[in-house]
């Protein structure tokens, strides 16, 4: 199932339909961590793609596992760029005003990608319901 959300929008109607939706389709464990996750991404990427950028939500259920994907089509400031550096061990310095939210979700999530593209920025968080573990 695929979500556009427009330039400023707020994540929480986005987070709660994604929840009705898993739980829909028989989803019960880990529904608040997706939450969490999406709704972190969210506001990451609205907060940081410019030029009135949209972003897409896409979501799966298959094999034991449930997949989100955060897509932006738009162009980043200057944050962006240091996605993939954010260390992954120590939450950011509390007087810091970003950072938290990609740290919040890599430690949610089961995996957790992020990929710039030409085209904009994906982020993809999984999480194990199910069957084996993540390869990952």
């Excluded at 961590?33 to 896409?58: P, Q, S």
């Excluded at 992020?114 to 968080?125: C, I, K, L, M, R």
Aim: proline residues 6%; charged residues 30%.
């Amino acid at each position: 199932m695929e979500w556009t959300v427009e330039p400023g929008a707020a994540p929480g109607p986005i987070r709660r339909e994604i929840r009705s939706y898993l739980r829909d389709r028989g989803v019960d464990a880990r529904l608040e961590d997706a939450e969490i996750v999406v709704g972190e991404l969210l506001a990451n990427m609205l907060r940081h793609t410019l030029a009135g950028g949209r972003v897409n939500v896409d979501v799966d259920h298959e094999h034991g596992v449930v997949r989100l994907e955060v897509f932006d089509f738009g162009v980043h400031d200057a944050f962006a760029h240091k996605w993939p550096a954010l260390d992954e061990h120590h939450p950011p310095e509390l007087d810091r005003q970003d950072g938290r939210g990609l740290w919040i979700a890599r430690h949610v999530a089961d995996d957790l990608r992020v990929n710039h593209q030409p085209s904009g920025t994906a982020v993809e968080a999984r999480f194990q319901i199910g069957g084996n573990p993540l390869d990952v």
